[in-house]
């Protein structure tokens, strides 16, 4: 009895520490205007952009190679963006929060119309997600839908930053 005792009062610090941490993740309202206000803020750097929602599975599977990333590659500006409206903020901040993405530049998305803040973002995105946006320090973009690998993040950062 007492080891499971002290099993369960280990459990419940984690999830206390998990969802306090998960509070304090600042995320920023991304409305109308808010792609350019991004790319002002990044003059003259290279960056990528992360899209993701927390219903997308295939999003959730790549947090944890998106936290290798942002360790391995310090020189790499990771900017993640949830398309989810403001009633999902208490799960996006546990994901990152579970994921050790808060760290990061967070945004989510408004509650203003989602296809109007996508077509700010790119006129040719139509909402599929994962979506990442490479950017090199001029702007230039490369978007991609879909799950990457390492090595396919390795051949994008390497074109971004040339």
Not at 45 to 50: E, I
Not at 62 to 67: E, F, G, V
Not at 103 to 125: A, H, S, T, V
Request: proline share 5%.
């Amino acid at each position: 009895m007492p080891r499971f005792s002290i099993l369960l009062c280990s459990y419940l610090l984690g999830s206390l520490a998990l969802t306090a941490h998960a509070e304090t993740t600042a995320l920023k309202p991304f409305g109308p205007g808010s792609y350019q206000k991004l790319l002002d803020s990044k003059a003259n750097k290279p960056f990528m952009l992360v899209i993701w929602s927390i219903t997308c599975s295939s999003c959730l599977k790549d947090m944890a190679l998106l936290n290798k990333m942002q360790r391995t590659r310090p020189d790499i500006d990771i900017v993640m963006l949830a398309t989810d409206d403001s009633s999902a903020t208490d799960r996006i901040r546990q994901i990152l929060a579970k994921n050790e993405l808060t760290g990061l530049e967070n945004w989510q998305f408004g509650d203003e119309n989602p296809q109007k803040l996508r077509y700010e973002i790119d006129p040719k995105w139509y909402g599929e997600l994962p979506r990442t946006y490479f950017l090199d320090k001029k702007h230039g973009r490369e978007g991609i839908s879909g799950v990457l690998s390492q090595k396919d993040y390795e051949a994008m950062f390497k074109k971004m930053m040339n």
